[in-house]
């Protein structure tokens, strides 16, 4: 998979792509306008994040690429890639229990913190994208 070359898209099936991971220098796009709500994309080698309305959503280190994301109240679910292993933190329901899958395999059940923050580290290998689905217990 490659990085979203224009940062922030919005694709026909209704989801966002976004990120750049082949970027040496950080790139943000602010102001993109999806279903009502505003979106700020920050992406390079180091960091990819995207913002909601001013309010965290996602954030990896390494940067990754993410294609077809999609929250709704109960489930997450997109596809990431990237140069090497990431670790990506949602922004979730605070204190909640989520089962966690990476391309249809349960790796387990988690907790969000006070927060509502849920971080997940990932296996990557380069020019392979990894399915991932949070569903809320």
Not at 70 to 82: H, L, N, Q, R, Y
């Amino acid at each position: 998979m490659a990085a979203v070359k224009d940062l922030l898209k919005a694709e026909v099936d209704g989801t966002l792509s976004f990120g750049d991971y082949t970027l040496e220098n950080k790139t943000k796009l602010d102001g993109f306008e999806f279903q009502g709500d505003l979106y700020k994309v920050k992406t390079f080698a180091e960091i990819t994040k995207l913002e909601k309305n001013g309010m965290f959503v996602y954030e990896s280190v390494p940067g990754t690429a993410v294609e077809n994301f999609k929250a709704t109240e109960d489930i997450v679910t997109f596809k990431v890639s990237g140069m090497k292993d990431a670790q990506f933190t949602l922004e979730l329901e605070a204190d909640s229990e989520y089962v966690v899958y990476m391309d249809d395999v349960n790796v387990g059940d988690m907790k969000t913190n006070l927060s509502g923050k849920l971080s997940v580290s990932t296996e990557l290998e380069p020019n392979q994208s990894v399915e991932v689905k949070v569903v809320k217990k």
